[in-house]
């Protein structure tokens, strides 16, 4: 997983999921994780912004208009030209 993002592992039981849903982008934000959902899945999850302190027990907590299809991140750390 990302540094400083921790999956529960241990236990595929508690592994957070998005049912029928692959684009979705995951970030560290305050003391937990937070999602955005893409354009696909069950429509009381697609197009939002969810959040979990626990990074496990997600709550919505913005819709997402006219977001990206996959969202991807911008990194620039990770963009070193020579």
Request: cysteine-free; proline content about 10%; hydrophobic content about 35%.
């Amino acid at each position: 997983m990302l540094k400083g993002l921790r999956a529960p592992t241990s236990n595929p039981k508690r592994i957070p999921s998005f049912p029928r849903n692959h684009a979705v982008l995951a970030w560290p934000q305050g003391k937990g994780v937070a999602v955005m959902i893409g354009t696909t899945g069950p429509a009381g999850i697609r197009n939002s912004v969810q959040y979990a302190e626990d990074g496990i027990h997600f709550t919505k907590t913005h819709d997402v208009v006219d977001g990206p299809r996959a969202g991807g991140s911008y990194r620039p750390h990770a963009l070193y030209l020579h």
